[in-house]
């Protein structure tokens, strides 16, 4: 696979484009998003100044420095439907924190891969086409094509596994530039063997990513040969994967480095398969500790565990096997409303750009 050069895109969070188209609105949006409850790391010394909400399913907002991206946008209600393949339906059973047209403003959707529980009817019917998009090339060729009733999304940008785009705020005069790398990681939302096969020839369930979203500071615009920023926070969203051999390529890409947040995506989604009665496309508690063991974060937040009725393995269960490990102190729990502030260090004084 030929890598694609280093992407950039600039944002503004004082002239934002339009979430929504302006006939889909029925409401002014929030200023601001309603916290139910904040949540810190155990080991948080203060001065958080980032932070992460969770709104359901996979759908979250990461905040910082006046950025805001939004993770896979579902707001479906309970009792919606979603299509997930051929004959395979899956109803909602929770409600989203906060409804699609009343969200406040947001810059950049990031979305994992396209499938109706993370890129539902809704949010397809009603998002302003020019709003930018970050996604896999599947979805790219999905959501930019003629088949949306002649509405294409024509804002898209594509990341493959391991290349990288620049998503690139304002710079202050006399400060170092905010920037947020974001790099597609390795997922694999069908296990290996006879059902892969078959799903590449029937494309029944599609392909997906991972993120690693670094928090950081550049002294300008990173050129392409200088991949690297200033790193004050990382964050990996593991995205609808199964625990896989792939995932063992992020470790290596990492080259010591740390995770300081995982998001990951359990639920155990089990749905129909072309000749199996039953097949689990999203990791289970078991497979979350999996993970968890391989990519070592600081701290992890599960989500898309409950949200529809295709989920089966429940966040008790991941609850008891992370009793069973001993790994509490390392898991933060987030009801729906709910937020996780965190810190994003700057680089220090004379600190020339590369990872610290």
Not at 96 to 110: C, G, I, N, S, T
Not at 201 to 215: D, F, K, Q, R
Not at 262 to 288: C, E, F, N, R, W
Request: charged share 20%; with cysteine; hydrophobic share 35%.
């Amino acid at each position: 696979m030929t890598m694609r050069p280093l992407q950039y895109l600039h944002l503004d969070p004082t002239a934002r484009p339009q979430l929504l188209k302006s006939d889909k609105r029925s409401t002014p949006p929030l200023d601001d998003f309603p916290v139910k409850k904040s949540h810190a790391s155990p080991n948080s010394e203060g001065g958080e100044n980032a932070r992460v909400l969770f709104i359901g399913t996979a759908t979250t907002v990461i905040e910082w420095h006046g950025l805001r991206i939004l993770t896979d946008p579902n707001f479906l209600h309970a009792g919606d439907h979603v299509h997930l393949g051929p004959g395979v339906n899956a109803e909602r059973v929770t409600n989203p924190a906060v409804d699609l047209d009343q969200l406040p403003p947001v810059d950049v959707v990031l979305l994992s891969h396209y499938h109706a529980d993370h890129f539902d009817q809704l949010v397809e019917e009603s998002l302003n086409r020019d709003f930018p998009i970050v996604t896999t090339p599947h979805a790219k060729g999905c959501l930019a094509s003629g088949q949306l009733k002649n509405d294409p999304f024509r804002n898209v940008t594509e990341l493959d596994f391991f290349e990288s785009l620049i998503l690139l705020a304002p710079k202050s005069d006399g400060q170092k530039r905010p920037v947020v790398k974001v790099t597609g990681m390795p997922g694999k939302h069908v296990p290996p063997g006879p059902l892969a096969v078959a799903n590449d020839i029937l494309h029944a369930v599609p392909p997906t990513n991972g993120w690693m979203v670094e928090l950081g500071y550049s002294d300008d615009i990173p050129s392409p040969v200088d991949k690297e920023i200033a790193t004050g926070y990382r964050i990996y969203i593991s995205g609808d994967t199964l625990f896989v051999d792939d995932l063992k390529q992020i470790p290596e890409w990492l080259d010591s480095k740390r995770i300081d947040l995982m998001l990951i995506h359990l639920g155990g989604t089990t749905i129909p398969g072309p000749s199996a009665p039953l097949v689990m496309v999203t990791m289970d508690a078991k497979q979350g500790i999996q993970l968890m063991r391989l990519v070592d974060p600081d701290i992890t937040i599960p989500i898309h565990y409950d949200d529809y009725n295709v989920f089966l393995s429940s966040l008790d269960d991941f609850k008891k096997e992370i009793e069973q490990e001993n790994m509490s102190h390392r898991v933060v729990y987030l009801e729906r409303g709910d937020e996780f502030k965190f810190h994003v260090g700057a680089p220090p004084v004379g600190h020339k750009i590369g990872t610290y």
